[in-house]
């Protein structure tokens, strides 16, 4: 049986809340209540708290951007105005109030809240009576599902999401009795012949809002929901196309097909179903879709979904898309960030299922890869899309922008990216318990090794364990575990070795001795003791700058290398080659050397690599009589801070030596 620490403010009295103790019972984790206290991650989460927030605040109040709070205000008789926006900027609006929650937990900064709950009371101020709130179909004619592409459902999805949240932080149940009077008019819906735009609706947030809402009230109606709603997938109803994954059903599906957000939606709405149904055809579906695009159709920097526009294997239309196998373009990938976080909330779910640290991989790649690369360094700007190669400004459509920006047509990255990283404390850490020959046995798993306070209760025999974990990661790979209050409890730690340590010597050390226990790569390396206040464990994670070799099955790539220490990926930034006639010229050295080294005074701390890559043009020769310049490469999530120029992550290479492993 197993377990999850995961614990909330809610008040019992009505049975509200309870429940989430007990939810997730397929999962093989559950979490850990962790808060970041210093390093990457809670700078970032402060520099949202400290502008990021209000900043897209602002942009929420501006008509001309793809998603308009006033929109509820308007309807909620406190605001004139017409209806302004996109479909989808409804979820926009609940992901801002998700965020507000997450950072009045990590921060306990009251007027962040009351920002967020005058926007709640707004929220519900304009619902209708009978439950339903799409703020375009009640501000004009339009009816109620009339498309599938209105994504109406999108919209309540993220609503539902945003008002758990709410409850679990504060307890109170204003937002969460929004969500619950939409959620039972969804249900009126489905029992009365529901219409094919609810059935196959464009952009599946709903299964996974519906799961957290029953998680938050124990009503199975809202489980049985969400899992009709996953099952509507592929049953001929609606847009029949692979372009909204509506043309096989998800059980039977093998393949990563159509939109790159929607396909992770769906799959972690059914991850959500599997959790708490253990119904094996979903996990089966869903690992068979996810190892297809990770092993196929994934870049090295997480990015997901190949093609702004294409076509699909079976020939339906496709755009923002997966792509086929080993068809990675750089200059005309698509890489929506939305696409990016997905990944990784997959790669969450399935390692909350599952423990196996390859997910945990996967989800640390998008982190700091492709998911940051859509935020600006100060916070305050963002992407849509995310090449992997910049020339001449090559632009496929109004999404892939030469520039940053602030306000945007479509504007579902930001608030997906803020709520994130504001919430990425949920990910650090996890617990599980295990019945062996001897009895149960609990353990407390690191995910994420960013400084932080990890507090627990040991799922068996529900005591306490706090611990400390200090590093300077991603920038330095040495992690301290001090473990603060365990009273001699006997448990198994778990600290994750990441894969990109391959080919290194990772080393762990309990209270100063190396363990006795081999250290593997792309394991979680686990340590069974009584536990004392004071003891430490010390994870040494090698930061070599490695090079990897692009797959030759991967034309884009083929002769190319990737330049990566730690779990980040660089590349070059016509910023940094003080000669631009050159850059596309430039080739690492058959024995490339290599200087890493942290500047506090770019892109407020970094560490970028120095190089001396090799100039082939026509008129050099092979060898050492080639002219060579000194370049410095950069964090890929770096990249289009400094200005529009030239970029580039693969890069040519004079010679096969000294090279990781192709990937």
């Known amino acids: 049986r197993l377990f999850t620490a995961q614990t909330t403010m809610a008040d019992a009295e009505n049975g509200i809340g309870v429940h989430d103790v007990q939810a997730r019972p397929h999962n093989r984790l559950g979490n850990a209540d962790a808060l970041f206290t210093g390093g990457f991650w809670q700078a970032r989460v402060e520099g949202i708290a400290t502008g990021g927030l209000d900043s897209m605040r602002q942009s929420l109040w501006n008509p001309t951007n793809g998603a308009v709070i006033s929109n509820f205000y308007v309807l909620a008789g406190r605001a004139e105005g017409e209806w302004a926006g996109t479909w989808w900027g409804d979820g926009d609006c609940y992901k801002w109030v998700e965020t507000a929650v997450y950072l009045y937990k990590v921060t306990g900064n009251t007027k962040l809240l009351a920002t967020a709950e005058d ?40 609503l539902m999401t945003a008002a758990v949240a709410h409850y679990n932080v504060t307890g109170k149940k204003t937002f969460l009795n929004v969500a619950i009077k939409c959620a039972d008019y969804l249900l009126s819906v489905q029992a009365s012949d529901p219409p094919a735009a609810f059935q196959n609706t464009f952009n599946p947030s709903h299964p996974m809002g519906l799961i957290d809402l029953y998680r938050a009230t124990g009503d199975k109606r809202y489980l049985d929901l969400a899992g009709i709603f996953v099952s509507y997938r592929g049953n001929g109803v609606g847009d029949v196309t692979d372009q909204s994954q509506n043309r096989v059903a998800l059980r039977k599906e093998t393949i990563a097909v159509g939109h790159a957000v929607c396909g992770p939606y769906l799959w972690c709405g059914a991850a959500d179903v599997y959790a708490e149904t253990g119904e094996q055809a979903l996990l089966d579906a869903v690992t068979r879709i996810r190892d297809d695009a990770v092993e196929n159709k994934m870049y090295i920097t997480g990015i997901f979904g190949q093609l702004h526009n294409g076509v699909s294997v079976r020939g339906d239309a496709v755009h923002e898309a997966f792509g086929g196998a080993d068809a990675l373009p750089n200059f005309t990938v698509y890489g929506e960030t939305c696409a990016n976080v997905c990944n990784a909330m997959l790669h969450w779910r399935l390692l909350q299922v599952t423990g196996k640290a390859a997910y945990a991989d996967v989800m640390e790649v998008a982190l700091y890869n492709s998911m940051l690369s859509g935020w600006s360094t100060d916070g305050l700007m963002y992407r849509y899309a995310n090449p992997m190669a910049v020339a001449e400004p090559l632009h496929i459509n109004a999404s892939d922008t030469p520039e940053r920006w602030v306000t945007h047509t479509c504007y579902c990255c930001p608030p997906n990216v803020l709520r994130t990283v504001a919430g990425l404390y949920r990910w650090v850490a996890s617990t599980s318990t295990e019945q062996t020959n001897s009895g149960a046995v609990d353990a407390l798993w690191l995910h994420l090794h960013g400084s932080a306070s990890v507090s627990a209760t040991l799922p068996s025999n529900l005591r306490s364990v706090q611990l400390q974990v200090t590093s300077d990661y991603p920038w330095d790979g040495t992690v301290t575990v001090t473990f603060e209050e365990v009273s001699g409890t006997e448990f198994a730690f778990k600290a994750r070795i990441p894969g990109w340590t391959k080919g290194t010597t990772p080393v762990v050390l309990v209270n100063g001795v190396a363990s006795s226990t081999p250290v593997t790569p792309g394991t979680y390396h686990t340590t069974t003791r009584a536990w004392s206040k004071g003891d430490t464990v010390q994870i040494i994670l090698p930061m070599n700058t490695v090079v990897v070799a692009g797959s030759p099955a991967v034309a884009a790539d083929k002769g190319r290398g990737a330049v990566m220490r730690g779990p980040l990926v660089y590349c070059m930034e016509e910023a940094d080659v003080d000669d631009k006639s050159v850059f596309w010229t430039l080739s690492l050295p058959r024995q490339p050397k290599f200087t890493a080294s942290f500047d506090p005074t770019v892109f407020n701390g970094a560490t970028t690599i120095s190089a001396e890559m090799e ?18 490469l950069v964090p890929y999530f770096c990249w289009n801070n400094r200005g529009v120029g030239y970029m580039t992550v693969w890069l040519p290479l004079a010679g096969q030596s000294q090279l990781k492993g192709a990937q």
């Not at 709640?120 to 004619?141: H, P």
């Not at 100039?615 to 410095?632: L, Q, S």
Request: proline share 5%; aromatic share 6%; no cysteine.
């Open 119 to 158: 926007a709640i009371s707004a929220f519900a101020a304009a619902q209708a009576a009978d439950g339903y709130l799409s703020t375009r179909e009640q501000m004009t004619a339009i009816p109620r599902w009339s498309s599938p592409s209105h994504h109406e459902l999108y919209n309540m999805g993220h």
């Open 615 to 632: 100039v082939i043009t026509a008129a050099t020769t092979v060898g050492a009589g080639r002219p060579t310049k000194a370049v410095r």
